[in-house]
């Protein structure tokens, strides 16, 4: 059932019209009786003083009964006027500022901001979650730690929810402006649920860093060490697929090689920081770098980790290549055989990608992306060879708008991220060329949003609990 502030003015709006009106009515009254109370007295012979026994030359009758005559409708006059003026001063009140009895909903340009930053909140939060769960597994006991896992669950499951909700919305559904307004509560609704789910689990899992803060430092720098060897295995292996896939490839690998030292220098002296507080019996400062250095070297851990993933997806696309390009020309010719129409440029790209096979240093998942979505419409695309060349091709391209968004999302906004989450589901459905495609976007936005807020100090990108 309709509310009435929804239909209009509430029910007992029209009840406190009428006392108003009956306020009003009683002064008027009043007012009137105050003013001819002189008139009745001058009237009343039982009240009216005695006359003097040395009588002045009276007034004619005629002009003192026309006087009397003219002073209550004078004083009745003045009153409503008295009235209609305050009415009149009250409605330009009203209409000046005055708050309505009725709520106002929100403009949809403010509802939107709300549900874009929910968004973004909700998906830092998650993540943050997720980077500090290997270190909680090596403090809390094991009841503790499937608990913690059960919340970031269903955390991202409400997540994941609300990014649907955005991207249907995003897309114009629904298409009615108090179902749009409904959706967007529903959004932020949901990610305030995410909240709630993580923060319930807070307090129980700061509790052995709050109880002793040696433990904690002692597990952040082991991780801090092992990932070191291993960001420099990164540099080296960047050099590597340099050589093999071409500079493209290598430049890309060598930035997230380098993105990964730097997080490692900070987490040193963050590291420092939180010993020398420890040291000087500052817990609440020790906790507090503490979790700077272990966020940045989590971050480190998944760029040195999308390198390692990065250089095996390459082996897997370059030896999948020859027989991608083998399983499209079968496709081709069956689709003429039974008159199917066959895309333009389809054979220009197959062409283009058999003659980077024997040019030279090539990126073999993009040469396997090339072919697969010259294919898509065609039938017998989703089969065999090619249904595996662009699994592998979206798993990559998720993979790496999944890394970026991690490890820059102080810079970046609720559009790419809420691609990414559409890529997730797409990938799962499956639909591996189309995933591909929406994670390619969201990593495109991801990257224009840190360049138009700069790239984020390590700190920045780690929301930290205040409990």
Not at 47 to 59: E, L, Q, R
Not at 65 to 94: F, H
Not at 190 to 199: H, I, K, N, Y
Request: proline share 6%; net charge positive.
């Amino acid at each position: 059932m309709t509310s009435s502030l929804v239909r209009g003015r509430p029910r007992h709006a029209t009840a406190h019209i009428r006392v108003r009106v009956a306020h009003a009515l009683v002064g008027a009254v009043a007012g009137a009786g105050w003013l001819a109370i002189p008139v009745l007295a001058a009237q009343d012979p039982a009240t009216a003083s005695p006359p003097p026994t040395t009588a002045a030359p009276a007034a004619p009758r005629d002009d003192e009964s026309s006087a009397v005559d003219l002073i209550l409708p004078v004083a009745v006059l003045g009153t409503a006027g008295v009235l209609a003026a305050y009415g009149y001063v009250r409605r330009g009140r009203r209409a000046s500022g005055a708050v309505s009895a009725t709520p106002t909903a929100p403009a949809p340009a403010e509802s939107d901001r709300a549900a874009r930053s929910a968004l973004v909140r909700a998906d830092d939060s998650v993540r943050a979650s997720e980077e500090e769960l290997p270190f909680v597994a090596a403090l809390a006991d094991e009841r503790a730690v499937a608990r913690f896992r059960h919340a970031i669950h269903t955390a991202r499951a409400e997540l994941s929810a609300a990014f649907t909700l955005w991207h249907r919305y995003e897309e114009g559904e629904p298409r009615d402006p108090g179902d749009r307004r409904q959706a967007l509560a529903g959004i932020v609704g949901r990610c305030a649920e995410v909240g709630w789910v993580l923060d319930a689990r807070a307090v129980e899992l700061d509790r052995p860093r709050r109880a002793g803060v040696g433990p904690a430092l002692e597990v952040a720098e082991e991780a801090f060490r092992r990932l070191a060897a291993r960001a420099a295995g990164a540099r080296a292996m960047a050099s590597e697929l340099r050589e093999r896939y071409g500079p493209s490839v290598g430049a890309r690998a060598a930035g997230g090689a380098e993105e990964a030292m730097d997080r490692l220098v900070f987490a040193t002296s963050r590291l420092n920081e939180a010993r020398r507080a420890a040291d000087l019996a500052d817990g609440e400062s020790a906790v507090r770098q503490l979790r700077f250095a272990e966020g940045a070297v989590a971050q480190a851990g998944i760029l040195v980790a999308g390198v390692d993933r990065t250089a095996r997806r390459l082996r897997a696309a370059s030896a999948l290549v020859p027989a991608a390009l083998t399983g499209a020309e079968a496709v081709l010719a069956r689709a003429r055989a039974t008159g199917t129409p066959v895309p333009s440029g389809t054979d220009d790209t197959l062409a283009a990608v058999r003659e980077e096979l024997t040019a030279g240093p090539y990126d073999p998942l993009d040469a396997l992306r090339r072919i697969t979505r010259a294919l898509v419409r065609l039938p017998g695309a989703r089969s065999g060879v090619l249904d595996t060349a662009a699994d592998l091709v979206a798993r990559a391209a998720v993979g790496a708008a999944e890394d970026f968004v991690a490890v820059h999302r102080a810079g970046v906004g609720a559009d790419p991220r809420s691609l990414l989450a559409a890529a997730v589901r797409t990938l799962a459905t499956p639909h591996p060329v189309e995933a591909a495609v929406l994670a390619r976007r969201a990593l495109e936005l991801a990257e224009r949003d840190v360049r138009a807020h700069g790239v984020p100090a390590p700190d920045a990108a780690r929301p930290l609990r205040t409990d």
